[in-house]
């Protein structure tokens, strides 16, 4: 039926895609100056000793010999051995991922959760109190790098009042206040900026929603307001929203990064840069091909609740 | 008394334990924990025994030691003089160490009973012993032959020593779990067994700030490394965190290039150094000013110390004016004669002589990573006082590397750290690289004085130390009138620990919790 | 849907639509109209103006040189001192620092913007333009750059290419190619097909000259919104790789890098990191305040899809 | 038959004189619906009376702009942004001014449902037909099926409606009854899979869902192609026979009306130009404009050239002439136009013409002007004028009505 064909076609597209931005990546970090056996080895190491790694790195041979290699290993799910850690590419992201997904899922809750209210009650409300504070502190948020709003939430709530830990991350498997506790900040700082931009959208798009014929119908039945809004209005409102919602998750991780960064918790952002500073190649290349990989399988995912949600599209895409 | 600690460590990712192949400062101070060396320094940096109870040197090339009875490695095995010669020999066969030019010149290692080890040296090598000590020496740090034949990727990762703990639980760029080892040979004064603690936790905790909120929010109980601008808030005591700044025999200097890579001499001779056959043309036609003696004495003198351990270091470090640091208690001064002293009057007159007389009087790039940030932005502007107009090159480690063989800047930051012997600073530093050997293999800046190559020698042949000061002065002197480098400061590492955790060992910048314990 | 379409609709505060063509004549007219009308843009316009100038004349306004370490370190502001913003932990006045840094900013920030508008443009003008199989080669190139989150990008040129001015300014504008790109030819799709389109084709221009004389003038209203907008983002673009250590040279001030170099003093100075973040912020709302003004004046249609 | 003058009484007790006996059931007497907009205020709507007796097809037609859309609005207060006054604005006796928010919902869908112009945009979009027509049986409230917000949420993103629900019962019924085939199939389709004509029927039924009195009809066919327009208009009629209900059929389309109406009212600009039954209109139209439009009706296939019969446009509602908002393309216009408009009644009851060639001071042939008594032609429209000014109630300006 239609619908998986389209799901088909779209994950197919989404391969390509992942497969094109893995190739470049592995060229680009070849192209990075700088030597991963002397990083590994020290400073100070023998000229013998880093030649003798780097033949044991396999990085002597031709760029192309490496990278089919390299292809074939990634076929078979090896993402490669860190150089620096000796140990499986695969084991380090998937120690690495559940901070940083955990911090962009809370995140993106946080900011749905703000977004979608402010950003009906803006619509409704338009031009009265309740949209001019809706619409400044989107603005605001808007504004703000979120590192920055991490570095004040950290000095407010961790540091002059101590009412979360400043630092790291301990799974939900500890449990999950303890988790939470670790979180939220770092959420609040990638989800409010985020949070921002999705709550102008919903407000938006609800007000367009809010001029359409058929809410004037419903009006016209004789439906009270909060069911017209809810009922009606709500679901249209949405539609435009949800692809945007997937879009923005560039944003978000990218904002995961720096913030991993303020709270010092070793996510892949902190993975990726500390990757890259150390010239090792495998560990570089697999956190860039799982941040895109996630990134592309959300909005396909996104692309697919979205047809869901809007009963008037055919499975062509949202073209 | 008991109990358990949260410490924390200020670094990314705590992989590399395996000692024979460990190089960062970070990791040999987790490892010394672990491990027992064949000796050790004890508290004010003297060299004791550690696995060995005595050692003696029937002559200059021969080591005998007395190997205590009784000792197990974590998994059970024995510790006897075989292991530890096995130990050795392992060393001794492992190109890819950065540690194999310590064993280089044992001739052969040999047990003859399970408590005598006797090492026998193709020559004189006066600092041997100290390569042999528990935490920096690391050649002497004994592994364990059943779990390295195992499987010697894994035991990278997951070590057996014979130490006061062991590694019982890991996960990647979190945290190390060390457990007191129950059978661990050494007891108190009082007889009671080692370690007092149970339990240490080390968590990776590469952010300054929130290395210092989870100290005083006691998230933690010791932190390996403090960043010194917060540790310097609670110097003096008073606040529910003590901090020590211990030095880890660590110095650190300025460089100067003191010949042109590309001249007929050094064409050659620089890719003992640097491996690459050509040399760069950066500097063709071209003057190099600090190729003038004069120059470098003149920056030497052109750096406020005092400044910049205050502003740079926060306090966290002791002024340098000569190249042998506190750590080596018995060769150290605080300022031996023609000390290199802070002296910009003196420095411009040198500089004038020099005929360097521009506005600016010449100018030059500082290469250094982004830890020497702070000091490189204190010397920009000293340099800037007496005319010399420094631009910074700040580069991440591997591409600092890479550009520091090319020899292609003017300035570069330098240091080393775990030196416990003068030779550790000096012989690869400095000495002129030679085709074979060690001599000079690290040179940054290509210095050369045959008196200093021929000083460091006879220091080096010498291992009775009353006779080797002597040596060891002279080549101070040389270096100190050639002014290779500007010396800048000994930095010391704060260490932070909660008021009630006491008697962490931190001797040579070491945390050692084999004697600490919690106060109820 | 592109990132791009998402924060025109996203900062679009008008529900009203509908595109507006041959509105090159009236364009500059129609800016100040908005100026001199909007509240929204006054106050942005005057943020803007205001760090724009203290930024150009800092040489002539900042009180000390940025990079002099002259005072004793870590300050705390004070308005009556010598230092009103304090000192930094190398006992620099922070300022002149501020002031010195905005120029790097915003001059980041607008050249970031500006490269990946000329080229973005380009692209989605030619895709647009000639569709068929040169339009599917262009797009499909930017789908892969959007594949990739822009602080990827960002990380891996600056790594690639070194620090530096241009480096980090070309590594930001990187990321906003592919938004101009699809804006852009959505603009020309939708146009191309206009009369006066057909007709220039018909009296023989040719395609250059139709891109650029004809079709190009149309889509700048909602070029010059999204311009606007990505601008403030550019610079908080900056302000992070300068935080990461990624950004201009380390020693440089940049509003970022002064962030950056605050992080470690957070608990004991508060106002290194807090100051350079309420200037980046109070920039950033400015600029979006100005651009949501302009979507509203030149009505910019917010496009749900690509 | 005489021609003897006869003074016209008041509009409102006039409108009560017609055909019938028992009061109409719905009386609107001089309303007015006013935009405020930034450009000055706009009188979409400017003094308009009618009234529309039980089971009637009342038609008010006229050009686009003419107000007749916000007329409708008006009556169920949906003139968003809008300020509404009335001498008297009644159905079944009950004033509609005076109901507030709550209280004009029960009124609507209830007594009064509307059937909009575009049944493309009119539908949602994202909720199948059925759904659609059965919340409004829901809403009238007689099948004993919660309706509070929850319920209504979760039938919507949980449950679904389920079709064993007498609302979604009575919906297949009511697109049975509306001429949809198999329609326990279709109430499960989103309106994207209908066709137009389709769509209109559904809307249609779902005016009817909550069996009302009176169905306002905006221009239910112009987005339909003429075929199904015959349908539809038909399958109304039969409806106000099945069901006795009345129709308020607002279109631009003379033709349609004279094929449907009972009684028509011709609006221009925001003003009543002549109303009368369909049969004496046409027979007798008064008023120029009347005139016109009844000239222009072979060209009905057309609906934007067929105005060519009158030159000129209807005038921008911001800038109305003074007094005949029509004199400026009218070629009877004549001295005393410029003054306020006021109803002139005819032979016919319940035929009245707003326009002063019938004032009783003019002589005319119906074309032009003989003679004209200024003096007396004045003082009889200031009777008229002064007849219109007592306490007029109005609804607030309610703004968008989502709380």
């Given amino acids: 039926m239609g619908m998986r064909r389209y799901i088909a076609k779209r994950v197919a597209h989404a391969l390509v895609v992942i497969y094109i931005v893995a190739t470049i990546v592995f060229f680009a970090v070849r192209a990075i100056p700088g030597d991963p056996a002397r990083v590994l080895l020290g400073g100070d190491a023998s000229a013998e000793a880093i030649a003798a790694l780097r033949e044991e790195m396999g990085l002597t041979e031709p760029l192309y010999v490496q990278y089919i290699r390299w292809m074939g290993r990634i076929l078979q799910g090896d993402l490669g051995t860190s150089v620096f850690s000796d140990q499986s590419v695969l084991q380090m992201l998937i120690g690495v991922a559940e901070p940083t997904l955990s911090i962009a899922g809370l995140g993106m809750l946080i900011a749905l959760l703000i977004a979608i209210p402010a950003g009906i009650t803006s619509a409704v409300k338009q031009y009265q109190w309740e949209d001019y504070v809706a619409t400044t502190v989107s603005f605001i948020g808007i504004s703000m790098p979120g590192f920055w709003i991490g570095i004040v939430l950290l000095i407010i709530f961790a540091d002059r009042l101590g009412w979360v830990p400043a630092f790291g991350y301990v799974s939900f498997r500890q449990g999950i206040i303890p988790w939470l506790k670790h979180i939220i900040l770092p959420a609040l700082a990638v989800g409010l900026p985020y949070g921002g931009i999705l709550m102008r959208m919903t407000r938006s798009s609800m007000m367009e929603v809010l001029n359409e014929d058929y809410m004037r119908t419903a009006r016209a039945k004789g439906l009270d307001g909060r069911l017209i809004v809810f009922k009606h209005g709500l679901q249209n409102a949405l539609i435009p929203i949800v692809t945007v919602a997937g879009i923005l998750l560039g944003v978000l991780l990218g904002g995961v990064v720096a913030v991993e960064i303020v709270f010092g918790i070793q996510g892949l952002g902190r993975l990726l840069i500390a990757s890259i500073q150390r010239r090792d190649f495998p560990a570089i290349q697999g956190a860039v091909i799982l941040i895109s990989f996630v990134f592309v399988f959300m909005n396909l995912l996104v692309d697919v609740l979205y047809t869901s949600i809007n009963p008037q599209i055919k499975y062509g895409g949202s073209e | 008394m008991g109990g358990s600690i949260e410490a924390g460590w200020a670094f990314n990712a705590v992989e590399v334990l395996d000692p024979h192949y460990v190089d960062l400062y970070q990791q040999i101070t987790i490892f010394s924990n672990i491990f027992s060396g064949i000796v050790k320094l004890d508290r004010n940096g003297e060299i004791v025994g550690d696995a060995a109870s005595d050692w003696t040197l029937p002559d200059n090339t021969t080591y005998e030691f007395t190997i205590r009875e009784g000792m197990t490695f974590h998994n059970g095995d024995t510790l006897d003089a075989s292991a530890i010669k096995w130990s050795i020999e392992r060393l001794m066969g492992l190109d890819d160490s950065p540690h194999i030019g310590k064993v280089a010149d044992i001739e052969s290692v040999e047990a003859p009973d399970a408590t005598t080890l006797r090492i026998n040296l193709s020559r004189p090598v006066a600092p041997f012993i100290t390569f042999l000590t528990r935490g920096p020496g690391r050649a002497g740090t004994i592994v364990n032959k059943t779990a390295v034949e195992e499987d010697p990727q894994r035991y990278r990762r997951y070590p057996v020593g014979s130490g006061p703990f062991e590694l019982t639980e890991r996960s990647t760029g979190e945290s190390l779990t060390l457990t007191a080892f129950d059978d661990y040979w050494e007891t108190d004064s009082e007889g009671n067994s080692l370690p007092y603690l149970d339990e240490v936790v080390i968590n990776l905790i590469p952010e300054p700030s929130t290395m210092w909120s989870a100290i005083t929010t006691d998230g933690i109980q010791y932190a390996d490394e403090l960043p010194p601008q917060n540790a310097r808030q609670v110097q003096g005591g008073g606040g529910s965190v003590d901090v020590a700044g211990v030095s880890s025999g660590e110095w650190s200097c300025l460089a100067m290039l003191c010949n042109d890579p590309a001249s007929d001499e050094w064409a050659e001779r620089q890719s003992y150094a640097s491996g690459n056959d050509q040399p760069t043309d950066a500097w063709e036609g071209t003057d190099i000013p600090t190729t003038d003696r004069r120059v470098r004495q003149a920056v030497a003198m052109a750096i406020d110390r005092e400044e910049l351990v205050s502003t740079a270091y926060f306090g966290f470090a002791e002024p340098a004016h000569s190249l042998i640091n506190p750590a080596i208690a018995w060769a150290y001064q605080e300022q031996p004669e023609n000390a290199q002293m802070y002296n910009p009057e003196r420095a411009r007159e040198l500089l004038d002589e020099a005929g360097y007389t521009g506005e600016p009087r010449f100018s030059g790039s500082i290469l250094g990573t982004p830890t020497d940030e702070r000091v490189m932005t204190v010397l920009q502007q000293q340099l800037s006082n007496v005319g010399i107009d420094a631009t910074l090159d700040v580069q991440q480690e591997s591409s600092y590397w890479d550009n520091i063989y090319r020899y292609n800047h003017m300035f570069m930051m330098y240091g080393g750290g775990g030196d416990i012997d003068p030779w550790m600073s000096w012989w690869k530093q400095l000495r002129t690289p030679m085709e074979e050997g060690s001599s000079g293999a690290w040179q940054k800046n290509l210095y050369s004085n045959e008196n200093f190559d021929e000083a460091l020698s006879k220091s080096f042949n010498t291992p009775n130390q009353d006779e080797r000061i002597e040596y060891v002065r002279e080549a101070e002197q040389i270096f100190l009138e050639d002014a290779p480098f500007a010396m800048t400061t000994f930095p010391l590492t704060p260490k932070g620990s909660v008021t009630q955790l006491k008697n962490v060992g931190n001797q040579i910048g070491l945390s050692n919790f084999h004697r600490a314990y919690l106060e109820e | ?306 | 038959m005489s021609s003897q003058p006869r003074p016209t009484q008041r509009a409102g007790p006039s409108v009560s004189t017609t055909v019938t006996e028992e009061p109409p059931l719905l009386a609107v007497d001089n309303l007015h619906t006013t935009f405020t907009t930034e450009r000055g205020d706009v009188p979409a709507v400017d003094g308009v009376s009618f009234a529309i007796n039980e089971g009637e097809v009342f038609g008010i037609v006229g050009e686009s702009g003419s107000g007749k859309s916000v007329t409708a609005l008006s009556l169920l207060g949906l003139a968003d942004g809008a300020t509404v006054t009335a001498d008297r604005l009644c159905f079944r006796d009950e004033d509609l001014l005076a109901k507030d928010e709550a209280a004009l919902r029960e009124i609507r869908g209830n007594d009064i449902s509307m059937i909009f112009q575009d049944p493309m945009s009119s539908l949602n979009p994202v909720m199948t037909v059925g759904e659609q027509i059965a919340e409004v049986v829901r809403h009238h409230g007689d099948v004993g099926e919660s309706q509070s917000l929850f319920a209504e949420l979760r039938r919507k993103y949980v449950t679904g409606t389920s079709e064993s629900s007498a609302s979604w019962q009575r919906a297949v019924e009511l697109l049975d009854t509306v001429g949809i085939p198999d329609p326990a199939d279709r109430a499960n389709e989103y309106p994207h899979q209908l066709s137009g004509g389709m769509k209109q029927r559904v809307m249609i039924a779902q005016a009817l869902a909550g069996d009302p009195d009176l169905i306002i009809a905006d221009e239910p066919t112009t987005a339909l192609d003429v075929t199904i327009e015959a349908q539809i208009l038909n399958e109304l009629l039969d409806l106000r026979d099945e069901f006795g209900v009345s129709i308020m059929l607002i279109t631009h389309d003379l033709a349609v009306v004279r094929e449907t109406c009972d009684r028509v009212a011709v609006m221009y600009a925001g003003e009543m130009m002549e109303t009368a039954d369909t049969r004496t209109l046409f027979e007798d139209p008064r008023h120029p404009y009347t005139r016109g439009l009844i000239d222009s009706i072979p060209r009905t296939d057309d609906d934007r050239e067929w105005l060519d019969a009158i030159e000129g446009n209807v005038p921008d509602p911001t800038a109305k002439p003074q007094g005949c908002p029509f004199r400026t393309r009218c070629d009877a216009a004549f001295s005393l136009c410029e003054e306020p408009l006021v109803a002139y009644s005819a032979e016919e009851p319940g035929h009245r013409t707003w326009c002063h060639l019938y004032n009783d001071a003019v002589a005319n042939d119906g074309d032009e002007v003989q003679r004209v008594d200024d003096a007396e032609a004045k003082q009889l429209i200031q009777e008229h004028e002064a007849s219109d000014d007592l306490v007029t109630p109005q609804r607030p300006n309610f703004g968008g009505e989502y709380r």
């Fill in chain 3, 1 to 306: 849907m592109s990132v791009s379409d998402l924060v025109e609709s996203a900062f679009s505060g008008s529900s009203e639509s509908g595109k507006t063509f041959g509105i090159r004549s009236d364009l500059l007219e129609r800016f100040i109209k908005t100026i001199r009308r909007d509240l929204r843009a006054k106050i942005g316009f005057l943020v803007v103006a205001l760090f724009g100038l203290s930024a150009i004349f800092a040489p002539m306004l900042a009180p000390y040189d940025p990079m002099s370490q002259q005072f004793p370190i870590l300050m705390p502001p004070d308005p009556l001192s010598a230092n009103p913003l304090g000192t930094d932990s190398f006992g620099r006045d922070l300022l002149s620092r501020l002031m010195y840094g905005a120029r790097i900013s915003l001059a980041v920030g607008l050249g970031a913007v500006t490269f990946g508008a000329v080229l973005g443009i380009l692209i989605g003008l030619f895709a647009g333009y000639y569709g068929g199989y040169i339009d599917d080669l262009l797009m499909r190139a930017v789908d892969v750059m959007w594949a990739f989150p822009w602080l990827l990008i960002a990380i891996m040129l600056v790594a690639i290419f070194g620090q530096g001015f241009w480096n980090v300014m070309v590594a930001i504008g990187f990321a906003y190619i592919d938004d101009f790109a699809r804006l852009a030819r959505g603009e020309v799709l939708a146009i191309r097909e206009e009369e006066y389109t057909m007709a220039a084709k018909s009296v023989g221009l040719e395609d250059y000259e139709i891109i650029f004389e004809e079709v190009f003038p149309n889509t700048v209203a909602p070029l010059i919104v999204q311009f606007t907008i990505f601008t403030a983002r550019a610079i908080l673009a900056e302000s992070t790789l300068s935080f990461l250590g990624l950004g201009v040279k380390p020693t440089t001030p940049t509003w970022g890098a002064l962030l950056g170099q605050g992080r470690g003093f957070i608990t004991q100075a508060w106002w290194i990191s807090i100051i350079p973040g309420i200037a980046i912020m109070v920039t950033v709302l400015g600029i979006n305040l100005f651009g949501d003004a302009l979507r509203d004046a030149f009505d910019v249609k917010e496009t749900g899809q690509t």
